[in-house]
């Protein structure tokens, strides 16, 4: 029996850190940002699909995709971003479901709660893939602060910022939210309490009681 958690929240809002203490708790996750990753490798269902939408001129001597190179042409505009995402999304979803299936064949009878730390469950249409949906939540001023402070420039932070969800709408859609604007003692508390949570959730559904009461922090 697993209890299926999807993971989100916009840019640089603290999804990996809330993802790396889930997993410290014991939690199965995946993080769907290294699943693209190496969907992108050669031989790959995404390579094969990226090369033949967009030619050649998206990878590197070694025929590797080149992510700066996808990224200009694909990310240039919203209409282009959502084809991308229409071409690689499914692949995800695809592979990310049939890992939590085999995590949860491969542990059974014992219970486990499985993670999916992904950004866009709430814009992909993925919600209804998982028993409970937690969002990452920070203030817009920060999210941009933190994006610039991994690399980015102010306007593609902001950019991407305007393909996500608006965050009222990622709110609306979670049943349990992890506020990420103190340090990193508070978030771990509140994961530590979420944890908790999701136990209660895992023995409800092993008990057949779905759906869950909705219970947000």
Not at 10 to 28: D, R
Not at 116 to 127: C, D, P, R
Not at 147 to 171: F, H, N, T, V, Y
């Amino acid at each position: 029996m697993m209890l299926r958690v999807g993971l989100t929240g916009g840019i640089a809002s603290g999804k990996s850190t809330v993802a790396h203490l889930l997993a410290e708790l014991s939690c199965f996750v995946i993080d769907a940002d290294k699943v693209v990753a190496e969907l992108y490798q050669m031989g790959s269902p995404g390579h094969d699909a990226i090369r033949e939408k967009y030619g050649e001129g998206v990878l590197d001597e070694e025929g590797e995709i080149d992510r700066m190179k996808l990224s200009a042409v694909a990310l240039s505009t919203p209409e282009a971003a959502n084809e991308l995402n229409m071409l690689i999304h499914p692949l995800v979803i695809a592979e990310t479901q049939r890992r939590l299936l085999e995590k949860e064949q491969a542990v059974s009878p014992d219970a486990l709660i499985g993670v999916v730390e992904a950004t866009l469950i709430i814009e992909g249409g993925t919600k209804h893939l998982y028993d409970k949906i937690v969002v990452v939540d920070t203030d817009p001023a920060s999210q941009v602060d933190r994006a610039i402070q991994r690399g980015l420039k102010r306007e593609e932070a902001e950019r991407r910022m305007a393909r996500q969800s608006e965050r009222d709408i990622r709110l609306r859609n979670a049943d349990y939210v992890i506020r990420n604007d103190g340090d990193r003692l508070d978030t771990a508390d509140q994961v530590r309490q979420l944890h908790a949570k999701l136990l209660l959730d895992l023995e409800r559904k092993s008990r057949g009681e779905t759906p869950f009461p909705e219970v947000k922090t």
